[in-house]
């Protein structure tokens, strides 16, 4: 970085017709006064607005009489303090009166030394390079009496101001973003105070080139990575130029890098109204932006007439064009050739005028000059009203006057306003409220892609000419988060109708691909969250869970008139009969070689037919005519009948059981199930979760399940056309026309076949 100094010289051609009484007898006559300055030779405008004050200033009879002012200008790059001491020697030698610095720190340093050795008053206002905040210039510290160098532009005061900020918006986690020519000393004292309060604080460089910053983050950076960084700078504080601030914004929005929640705060002391209304039209979410700023006169008449001096009108007036581009610098600038004049205006007045003679400061034995002390006393003493407000000094040559304006957008404003004010006095001067994003909104107008899905997303209303209505769970949540934020949305569904899958080519078509492209800001539809899509666009959190479902035609009843026997196997029922005719058998035998006793006259009964009879009336419990008093006939029917009593019992249970409950027996009762068996064809919605889930795993070659294996060749049967639809409505249509099975959310499936 090259800083330029320009040293001013002023020279005063006294009036030769002075009486001999005013004028003291020691002190030579008044000789002609003259300034020099050093610029930075990137500060051409502070050259620009340096000669004008003087012309303006030699204009003026009230202030200066007769007499002109006389300068000299050098340019220095701001990174060579030996320049910098070569040509204000220069200077010296010509004669000045006093010096006018607007260089960097380090130029700074070498210039108050030479001031101080050579007694030249050193007014140097400090210039930060390329536009980026000021930091706290480390000059050496000296006594009051041998300090020439004043400070014309007032302490840093940044840090005080930006942490009293984030204290009132109660932030405790944020980043920094500094630009590369900041010089990152100037936050440590900063760091230091929110480290002591437990704040959470880290720093980050931002390269010259951002974009290409940015690309390298996203090719280096894991998905859960960006994920965190993502959300790190949803509470972010620029320490940057307007120029960068502005590229950075733009780079990271376009990225998708920051929120609608995000909550920035922008601090530097040059940042213009254009720069205000630019930095908030990039912006999303909430902006706050720190500056400084000067008073004006209530009474627009004297806002260029400042006692008895009236400023260049395209230098005062905040309407013309010059004015609204005047760096911060440019104002101290003017001021201080005001303040010089003032200053030898009173020493002309007093008579009391030390000459000025060639100084000579290589040399070992140079001396200084013997007015600097009584000149350096009048600047101090000196105060005068400029574009700046009131300069003047304090005892240790500080300009104590400064002011700082704090304005903010909140989210959805794209208007910034003043929100607070600060000063090293009274502090901050009214209320700062972090607001969380909640109705605010207002005039946001978001492009919404779905993806027409029963009962989530469906049609309402189609009339020629006039746009589609929607409606639908989905738009249902979306309308109740319209009316709490405040936006406005429009609904389009996705060219392709797909969810949305990843090409070979590394694009994504469907729902995800509108989004990826930016061609629309949300999607809206029974959406799955997957770890692919996760890396390219962010969910919100789900409000359904789901398991996979199946769907299958129902098989058609039949009657069967032989029901009454299903509790039995056949088998069984046929050792039943066999053990019905055996124990027929057995009665009947024991009765006849055991016959019993009949009254005198009476037949026997015992025959195989009754026997038989009598054993299946006791098996299905209802008596026998033949009574048998035989002592083994009688304990053979008791365990007949023990027998007869738990095969009924058994039989009834499992008849009240078959009959209550009747379900029809499907094979298919898991994914295991389904991929075992040819005979039923199955498929899915193309490019959905499912079809992509199934369609990773059989993949995959260091996991490969051959369930989903041999569940991917039934489903990609001939490129995937003949088994998979498009979408569930399709597939529900061939169900219930073919016999095939489709796999789909179990959600999707319930509400379409309730």
């Given at each position: 970085?090259i ?21 003291p ?20 405008k ?9 012309a ?15 300068i ?49 008053p ?17 000059l ?69 080139n ?6 390298s ?7 859960e ?24 914004i ?6 998708n890098l ?14 213009s ?21 000067f008073p004006l ?8 007439v400042?006692?008895?001096h ?11 064009p ?47 000059w013997?007015?600097?002390?009584p ?48 000063d090293?006095?009274?502090?901050l ?38 746009p ?6 989905s738009?249902d ?6 009316n709490?934020?405040?936006?406005k ?39 799955t969250?997957?770890?692919?899509r996760e ?7 789900r ?12 098989a ?69 005519e ?11 029917m ?23 409950i009747?379900?029809?027996?499907n ?5 295991q ?17 499912v079809y ?31 088994n ?16 095939r ?12 076949v309730?």
């Amino acid at each position: 970085m090259i800083i330029t100094y320009q040293y001013f010289f002023f020279s005063f051609n006294p009036t030769p017709l002075l009486r001999a009484s005013h004028i003291p007898i020691s002190l030579d006559p008044a000789p002609p006064l003259s300034a020099g300055a050093i610029f930075d030779e990137s500060a051409r405008k502070d050259d620009e607005v340096f000669r004008m004050a003087v012309a303006d200033l030699n204009l003026n009879n009230e202030i200066l009489e007769t007499e002109k002012i006389t300068i000299s200008v050098e340019f220095v790059d701001g990174n060579n303090p030996f320049q910098a001491v070569q040509e204000a020697c220069e200077l010296m030698n010509r004669g000045i009166l006093a010096l006018v610095s607007s260089i960097g720190c380090m130029s700074a340093g070498s210039l108050q030394s030479l001031a101080d050795a050579m007694h030249i008053p050193h007014l140097f206002i400090q210039r930060a390079p390329a536009g980026t905040p000021r930091s706290s210039c480390t000059l050496a510290s000296r006594s009051r009496q041998d300090d020439y160098t004043l400070f014309v532009r007032p302490p840093v005061y940044l840090n005080d101001v930006i942490l009293q900020v984030v204290g009132e918006y109660s932030w405790q986690k944020f980043i920094i973003f500094y630009d590369q020519d900041y010089d990152i000393r100037g936050i440590q004292d900063f760091l230091d105070k929110t480290s002591q309060q437990g704040m959470d604080v880290s720093l980050q460089k931002v390269e010259s080139n951002i974009n290409m910053m940015i690309t390298s983050m996203f090719r280096t950076m894991r998905v859960e990575e960006l994920h965190r960084y993502r959300d790190t700078l949803r509470r972010a504080v620029l320490f940057m130029s307007p120029a960068t601030a502005k590229a950075f914004i733009t780079e990271v929005v376009e990225t998708n890098l920051v929120a609608f929640d995000c909550h920035w705060i922008i601090i530097n002391e040059e940042i213009s109204d254009q720069d205000v209304q630019d930095l908030v039209i990039k912006s999303i979410g909430r902006l706050t932006l720190i500056r400084q700023t000067f008073p004006l006169p209530q009474n627009t008449s004297q806002r260029c007439v400042k006692h008895n001096h009236r400023i260049n009108t395209s230098l005062c007036d905040p309407k013309d064009p010059k004015a609204q581009t005047l760096e911060i610098t440019n104002r101290y600038i003017y001021d201080t050739v005001l303040l010089l004049a003032n200053t030898f205006h009173r020493k002309l007045e007093d008579r009391k005028w030390h000459s000025m003679a060639s100084l000579t400061c290589i040399r070992k034995n140079s001396k200084p000059w013997q007015g600097g002390r009584p000149m350096l006393d009048n600047v101090k003493k000196s105060g005068v009203s400029g574009l700046t407000g009131f300069l003047e000094f304090t005892d240790n040559g500080t300009n104590p006057n400064i002011y700082f304006e704090i304005l903010g957008t909140n989210y959805g404003e794209d208007r910034g306003r003043g929100l607070a004010t600060w000063d090293p006095v009274h502090g901050l001067n009214g209320t700062l409220t972090d607001r969380k994003l909640e109705n605010n909104m207002r005039g946001v107008v978001l492009r919404v892609v779905t993806i027409l899905e029963e009962p989530f997303v469906m049609v309402s209303e189609n009339v020629l000419g006039k746009p589609k209505k929607y409606q639908g769970y989905s738009i249902d949540v979306l309308d109740a988060l319209s009316n709490y934020l405040g936006f406005k949305y429009e609904i389009y569904i996705a060219p392709d109708h797909k969810y949305g899958s990843q090409q070979a080519d590394g694009f994504w078509n469907g729902l995800i691909g509108e989004l990826v492209a930016k061609r629309a800001d949300v999607g809206l539809s029974a959406l799955t969250i997957t770890p692919e899509r996760e890396s390219v666009v962010d969910f919100t959190t789900r409000y359904m869970d789901y398991s996979v479902g199946v769907l299958l035609r129902k098989a058609e009843r039949t009657v069967d008139m032989f029901a009454c026997l299903a509790p039995f196997d056949l088998s069984l029922w046929a050792c039943i009969a066999g053990t019905v005719l055996l124990v027929g058998i057995l009665v009947y035998l024991l009765n006849w070689l055991n016959p019993p006793r009949l009254p005198m006259g009476s037949v026997s009964s015992t025959t195989l037919y009754n026997s038989m009879w009598f054993v299946y009336g006791s098996f299905v419990q209802q008596g026998g005519e033949v009574p048998y008093t035989t002592l083994a006939t009688r304990m053979m029917m008791g365990v007949w009948w023990l027998f007869a009593l738990i095969v009924i019992s058994s039989y009834t249970a499992n008849l009240a059981a078959f009959l209550t409950i009747t379900r029809i027996e499907n094979s298919i009762q898991s994914l295991q199930d389904l991929s075992k068996q040819t005979e039923l064809p199955y498929g899915t919605v193309l490019d959905s979760a499912v079809y992509e889930q199934v369609r990773s795993k059989a993949m995959n070659p260091f996991e490969r399940d051959p369930m989903y294996s041999q569940m991917w060749r039934m489903i990609n049967r001939t490129g995937g056309p003949d088994n998979n639809v498009e979408e569930s409505k399709e597939g529900i249509r061939k169900v219930q026309c073919q016999h095939r099975v489709p796999e789909c959310r179990g959600s999707t499936l319930d509400i379409h076949v309730s």
